[in-house]
C-alpha cells in the first residue's frame, strides 16, 4: 500500500480591509437586493458576461456558494465594497485567476451606478492591491479592460497600472443597438488592454492620490 502526503491548495485570508470611506468585506445575504440592483445596471450588462437580467437567484447562488468557493479552492477572493458610515454596498472587489508559484492575480471590479465618480473604484482597487502587495507578498495584479471602457482605463492609469499591450478581439461586450425595437442586447467583439501593477509602482502613488482628494488605505484584519 502506497501512501502520499498532498498538500493543501493556498488560499487567501477571511480578509476585511478599511479606508477612510469603505470596508472590503465577505458579502453577506443581506446584501443580496443591491447586488441585484447593481448587476442589473446597463453599463454593467455591456462591459461584463454577468447573465441579464440578473435575478435574485443568481445573487444568491454568488453570495453563497460560487463567491466563497474563489477563496476555499485557491482561485482568488470575492469582496463586497461598502461604505464605511452607512455600510451600503457601492461596489464589488473580485481577485481572481490566480496563480501561486508566480504570486500573481487578475483584478475585476464594478462600481454601483449611484456611487460612481466618487473615487471609490480607485479607492477600493489601490487598497486591495496595498493588501495583496505588502501582507500576502505578492508580486504582480493585471487588470484587463474592453478597448472602450474608459471609466475602467482610468481606474488603472490613477493607481500607477503600466500598460502592457493589447489582446486583440480577446472580448465580447454586449450593446443595445439603434434599430432594435425591443431593448434586447446584442454582443459585440473588442479588443482588450492588458495592465499591470508590481510593488514598485505604489511608490509615490498613495500620497498623489491623497492630494488629488482620495482617502488612503488605512487597517485590514
Not at 453570495?63 to 458610515?85: D, H, K, N, Q, W
Not at 505604489?202 to 484584519?221: I, K, N, P, R
Request: charge should be negative.
Amino acid at each position: 500500500m502506497e501512501l502520499r502526503m498532498t498538500t493543501p491548495s493556498p488560499a487567501f485570508p477571511d480578509i476585511s480591509i478599511s479606508t477612510d470611506r469603505l470596508v472590503l468585506r465577505p458579502y453577506e445575504e443581506a446584501d443580496i437586493p443591491a447586488y441585484v440592483e447593481m448587476m442589473n445596471d446597463e453599463l454593467v450588462t455591456a462591459w461584463t458576461s454577468v447573465p441579464y437580467p440578473y435575478t435574485e437567484a443568481d445573487a444568491r447562488e454568488w453570495v453563497s456558494r460560487i463567491a466563497p468557493a474563489e477563496r476555499t479552492e485557491g482561485r482568488g477572493v470575492v469582496l463586497a465594497v461598502t461604505e464605511f458610515l452607512t455600510q451600503r454596498l457601492v461596489g464589488t472587489i473580485h481577485l481572481k485567476n490566480t496563480n501561486w508559484r508566480t504570486l500573481s492575480t487578475e483584478v475585476t471590479y464594478v462600481t454601483a451606478p449611484w456611487a460612481r465618480g466618487e473615487g471609490y473604484a480607485t479607492e477600493s482597487v489601490l487598497a486591495a492591491a496595498q493588501w495583496l502587495f505588502r501582507d500576502q507578498k505578492f508580486e504582480r495584479l493585471e487588470l484587463r479592460t474592453a478597448a472602450d471602457n474608459t471609466a475602467a482605463q482610468q481606474v488603472a492609469q490613477k493607481i500607477g497600472c503600466i500598460s502592457e499591450g493589447v489582446l486583440r478581439n480577446a472580448w465580447i461586450a454586449r450593446t443595445r443597438p439603434d434599430d432594435v425595437t425591443d431593448g434586447g442586447w446584442s454582443d459585440i467583439r473588442t479588443d482588450l488592454i492588458v495592465w499591470s501593477l508590481l510593488p514598485e509602482d505604489l511608490e509615490g502613488v498613495t500620497d498623489q492620490m491623497a492630494d488629488a482628494g482620495y482617502s488612503s488605505f488605512t487597517d485590514w484584519s
